[in-house]
């Protein structure tokens, strides 16, 4: 291990003696606090890059500024650099490295070193030659394992001392477990401890997931015992068989030749990650649990799945020789193969593994939306300023759409929301009064003209974001309006078209695709629909009321009072020419009703001669 005085100048005649090799260093401040700790396959160009290049983000520039003393200890590969990294981490929890939000003790199945082991959960692992199992993230799961292994295979649960002399002796007496059928009494040589060990061998197989072998040895024994005219006891053998089976089949959810593999993915956003991990043990998820990662600095996507990796593969003890991914990480795993799947059943476990991760994190979010609503509203604006590339968050933003029909009725709709929330209040229509024609280019000028107009003439404040439904013709069109007031470049706008969901920029002619699981996408795509909603309602009133006014009450002596009580009574104009002069003078009264039904129904005039 190297040391170096606090001083910048010696820091940088250090930094020129670093070696080239493998291994892990530790920045430490004036006061000689562990500030942050880091791994690299070559540690002089990685702690080099620190001190030569400029930093975008405020807390790794800080992270500089205060680094007073460096230390590095060399390893022999990458992979021995990620795991030293990771134990540095968890012991020292410097103020700059990745924070794993998970203070768990999980529990072990432990098989006890000793003559006759028990079998039994524990939550604290005592280095005493004893085989310990675990950690089970999924406790219930651990509990319905030990439920069937002493089912399936009887062992004692007392802590006597059950060695040869004692037992020689007849120290013990048989007690309750053995009158109940739990356990077969070795403490007076009922059963001896080479037939005990033959359980404790498969007891571990099921353990590991290794399901078959044991179902192999009960057939065999049920065949031996069958073969002896021993029925009863080829019976209960046979009802072991049954419930491992069982068991079996609720475990299972992909092909049973996957055997021995690790799945992990990752989602992140600006301020955590979220990692999930699966063991997959001959078909089971034997397995599974979810971390999250708070980011400190600038960690990418891979250097956060790398710290997981090691993370996980620790505490499970997990020695799998295959690991599936969602991209290669940039590690050297000696024997360890990473595997991206295209298709079949490990993509489906790779699928499944995603849907756990992005559940975790949104009910994550759901907790801290309910916790610190404002906390949370100010993390999504933040990222979509960031996904948006705006000046500023976009607290307040408005939609437009157009809606017509061939033309008619042209109307638009605006949907506001505050704070990544609707606020129907502010909700507007628009009947388009400047535009003949089905002309959605020159109707969106127009409305957002009027608009903006208002809004300046009343001295309103304006949106931090104008999203427009449309491509680049409905934004150009948007943008000649905000030309006109003056406000091109002072509001963000952006255009969304349907079909892909694709992002459109002022000036900029290809689109953006946001993730499709992004928050960012999710909040422009509901104030869309929300406008397309609203402006849809507005204009079927809008055509209702135009059918009253061309149908109805274009008879002369028919009011649209007369023609709305007669739509009451016959719902559509349809049924209305359908109906007797006398159903509709229910209604309207004898006069009107000959009116209209002489309308519908004109005299049939007599053909020439």
Known sequence: MSQSSPSEEKIQNL??????????????DAEGKILYVGKAKNLRKR????????????KTAMLVRRIADIKYIIVDTELDALLLENNLIKKYQPRYNIALKDDKTFPFICIKNEHFPRVFHTRKVVKDGSRYFGPYANVKMMYSLLELIHKLFPTRNCNLNLNEESILKKKYKVCLEYHIGNCRGPCEGLQTESEYDKSITQIEEIIKGNFGTVLKFLKQLMQEYSGKMEYEKAELIQQRVESLENYQSKSTVVSPVISNVDVYTIAADDESAFVNFFKVMNGAIVQGHTIEMKKRIEESKEELLQMAIAEFRQRFHSDSKEIIVQFIPEIDMPGVEFTVPQRGDKKKLLELSERNVEYYRKEKERQQSL??????????LATMMKDLRLSEEPRHIECFDNSNIQGAYPVAAMTVFKNTRPSKKDYRHFNIKTVE????????????????KRMLDEKQELPQLIVIDGGKGQLSAALSSLEKLGLRGKIG??????????IYYPGDSMPMYLDKKSETLRIIQQIRDEAHRFGITHHRKRREKGTIKTELTEIQGISEVSAQALLRK???????????????AESIGKAKAKLVFAHFHPPQTAPPP
């Open 15 to 28: 930094l020129k003696t670093i070696p080239e090799d493998p291994g892990v260093y530790q920045y430490f």
């Open 47 to 58: 702690v080099i890059s620190y001190f030569v290049k400029h930093h975008d983000r405020a």
């Open 371 to 380: 916790i610190d609503p404002e906390r949370h509203t100010k993390r999504v």
């Open 437 to 452: 024609g089905p002309d959605d280019f020159a109707s969106m000028e127009e409305v957002i003209y009027r608009r903006y």
């Open 493 to 502: 706008i952006i255009g969304i078209a349907k079909r892909l969901e694709e």
């Open 570 to 584: 016959f719902k559509s104009v349809k049924k209305i020419r359908e109906s007797s002069e006398e159903e509709m």
